[in-house]
């Protein structure tokens, strides 16, 4: 939500996503960028957002706003800081660096946001450059204008772009969400986008309006026949011979189809903690 949005950053307060990012970037005009820098900071100092995590973006290294919000986010101790178009692993250990410099403690966390075409062929690098990194966060609005391509159902234009920053997140054990949906008032666009994320192995989409937390939440959470299935899955392969392959409704099981089952069954466990009153 934008910095400067008193009432979307109370509103938010009570609503059910996993986290809460407070944009001094895009969603600020120029001149509300001091105000919204501070609003941001006093917000996050003061805790309101119980255990969601909490992460403020920061504008880019090439603007004049960078290190300024940078300390100012830093000492407001949020979980993480993210940064838009982050462009290469130095820009990365820069980044780094200059929290370090901040005063960041050591678990304070970077998310990269990946939306120029030289980030998404670089990746990889990016994705290994700094123990600090932990979510790469695809920015498919600025992507698409990079690309001169178009907003399409099914965005053919950035599939290949989604795909290769997956394979990158994945290679490198880090955490990867989508971009956002524009249209706020487009349940079904946003559902099958959201659906199409879930498919490719992304781990969550970034939101931009209460509407569409609901309909991540439900898509992103392993449904109720999942965790079934994943239950009988470990039953079968635990009482089984111990001979690496065992059967279940017909399927073959194996390590592998085993350690899916132990991520679902761990998600539904993570998401049933936190879905006991969130303060
Ligand atoms: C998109 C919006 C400008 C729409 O705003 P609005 O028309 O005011 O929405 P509603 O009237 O339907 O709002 C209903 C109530 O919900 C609250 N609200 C709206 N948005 C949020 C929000 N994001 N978080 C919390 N609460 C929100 C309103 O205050 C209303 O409350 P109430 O008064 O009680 O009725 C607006 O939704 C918006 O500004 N969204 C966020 C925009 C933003 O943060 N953009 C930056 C991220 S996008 C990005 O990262 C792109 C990326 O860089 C890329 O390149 O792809
Ligand atoms: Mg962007």
Redesign the pocket.
């Given at each position: 939500?934008?910095g400067a949005?008193a009432?979307?950053l109370d509103?938010?307060k009570g609503?059910a996503c996993d986290a809460i990012?407070i944009?001094l970037?895009?969603?600020v005009a120029p001149d509300a960028k001091e105000e919204a820098r501070r609003r941001a900071a006093e917000t996050v100092a003061s805790h309101p957002y119980g255990t969601r995590e909490v992460v403020i973006?920061v504008n880019g290294m090439d603007t004049p706003w960078y290190h300024d919000d940078l300390t100012a986010a830093v000492a407001a101790g949020p979980d993480a800081i993210a940064v838009?178009k982050v462009g290469s692993a130095d820009q990365v250990r820069t980044i780094a660096a200059d929290m370090e410099a901040a005063g960041a403690p050591a678990d304070m966390r970077l998310w990269a946001?990946i939306?120029t075409p030289r980030a998404v062929l670089d990746c990889l690098a990016i994705a290994e450059a700094s123990p600090r990194l932990a979510a790469l966060v695809?920015?498919?609005?600025?992507?698409t204008k990079e690309l001169q391509a178009q907003h399409v159902p099914g965005r053919a234009p950035v599939t290949t772009a989604l795909q290769m920053c997956l394979l990158a997140a994945r290679a490198a054990g880090k955490v990867i969400l989508d971009?956002?949906y524009n249209d706020?008032r487009d349940a079904e666009g946003f559902r099958s986008q959201a659906e199409e994320a879930y498919l490719m192995g992304f781990d969550g989409k970034?939101?931009?309006?209460?509407?569409q937390v609901g309909p991540a939440n439900e898509v992103f959470a392993p449904s109720q026949d999942e965790v079934e299935d994943a239950r009988g899955v470990l039953d079968a392969w635990e009482t089984g011979d111990g001979s690496g392959v065992v059967t279940y409704q017909g399927r073959m099981i194996e390590n592998l189809h085993v350690d899916t089952a132990r991520r679902i069954l761990a998600l539904a466990d993570a998401i049933s903690a936190a879905e006991t009153p969130r303060d």
């Open positions: 939500m934008p949005n009432r979307a509103k938010a609503l990012i944009d970037e895009d969603a973006r838009p946001m939306e695809m920015g498919t609005n600025d992507l971009g956002v706020v970034t939101l931009i309006h209460p509407s």
